[in-house]
């Protein structure tokens, strides 16, 4: 069965305003991972389509911060994870049931950065 990340979009990921430390590289290998993948913001739904179809990257939903519950009741998974930036992230991901993570603490739970190269490592969380 397949996980669930949930991205907040400013603070988080590299495009948002303020840019966060997730990538759309980093983004684009979760997926491939066979993550489902979207983003949970405060933006609307349309600017948040349009922001990953900019950088062509398909997501499965594209949700209001306050609509984590109809993502969980919407997707099967194994596990539903929620990255944001802020204590109103976290709340919202924790009463909806999804384990939640800041910016920096997600690049080290999903992703690992290497020293000897700009790209980035990933490892599949919590492989068998």
Same mark, same amino acid.
Do not use: Q, R
């Given at each position: 069965m397949a996980k669930l990340i949930s991205f907040d979009i400013d603070g988080t990921l590299e495009v948002g305003d303020p840019p966060g430390t997730i990538t759309m590289e980093m983004v684009r290998r979760a997926k491939g991972l066979g993550y489902i993948i979207g983003s949970c913001s405060d933006r609307t739904v349309s600017n948040q389509q349009r922001i990953w179809a900019a950088h062509d990257i398909t997501v499965a939903f594209t949700v209001l911060k306050h609509q984590l519950k109809l993502v969980k009741a919407t997707f099967n998974a194994e596990q539903y994870y929620h990255i944001g930036d802020t204590n109103m992230d976290r709340q919202y991901a924790e009463r909806a049931g999804?384990? #939640? #993570?800041?910016?920096? @603490?997600? +690049?080290?739970? #999903?992703?690992? /950065? @290497?020293?000897? /190269? /700009? /790209? +980035?490592r990933f490892l599949r969380h919590n492989k068998q």
């Open positions: 999804f384990e #939640f #993570f800041y910016p920096d @603490t997600a +690049v080290d739970h #999903f992703w690992i /950065s @290497t020293c000897s /190269s /700009s /790209s +980035v």
